[in-house]
């Protein structure tokens, strides 16, 4: 199946669901199945709403993230030392303060969902 059109709500094509599900609706896709000669439109929608406990911008930027560095990326290896970065060669990532590496090319090699967390100091 493949995913042709991905669209937003208010675009042309999405007027009726729109009026369907309202604030909820997400965005709307047109699928095409090849094998059944078909066409499908799926949509995505918000399904909870929370609200969140208020957290200060001070605390995520101190928080420590793991950063994954290529080896012979030297470049990098070197920011992430000036930036006070600890390597830890048991999982061979990088931990590091957000707040030191925001907004750098170091921020993009950033791992969501390293396998072992070091703890903060």
């Given at each position: 199946?493949?995913?042709?059109?991905?669209?937003?709500?208010?675009?042309?094509?999405?007027?009726?669901?729109?009026?369907?599900?309202?604030?909820?609706?997400?965005?709307?896709?047109?699928?095409?199945?090849?094998?059944?000669?078909t066409r499908?439109?799926?949509?995505?929608?918000?399904?909870?709403?929370?609200?969140?406990?208020?957290?200060?911008?001070?605390?995520?930027?101190?928080?420590?993230?793991?950063?994954?560095?290529?080896?012979?990326?030297?470049?990098?290896?070197?920011?992430?030392?000036?930036?006070?970065?600890?390597?830890?060669?048991d999982v061979?990532?990088?931990?590091?303060?957000?707040?030191?590496?925001?907004?750098?090319?170091?921020?993009?090699?950033?791992?969501?969902?390293?396998?072992?967390?070091?703890?903060?100091?």
């Open positions: 199946m493949i995913t042709r059109l991905k669209l937003k709500p208010g675009q042309k094509g999405t007027k009726a669901v729109v009026q369907k599900y309202g604030d909820d609706l997400v965005c709307v896709r047109y699928r095409y199945d090849e094998a059944s000669r499908i439109k799926t949509v995505e929608l918000i399904v909870e709403r929370k609200q969140l406990s208020p957290s200060t911008k001070k605390n995520a930027d101190e928080m420590i993230v793991p950063v994954q560095i290529a080896y012979g990326a030297t470049k990098l290896g070197k920011m992430a030392r000036s930036a006070g970065g600890e390597w830890d060669p061979k990532l990088w931990y590091i303060e957000y707040g030191k590496i925001k907004g750098t090319e170091l921020e993009q090699h950033i791992i969501l969902d390293a396998e072992k967390k070091k703890p903060q100091k």
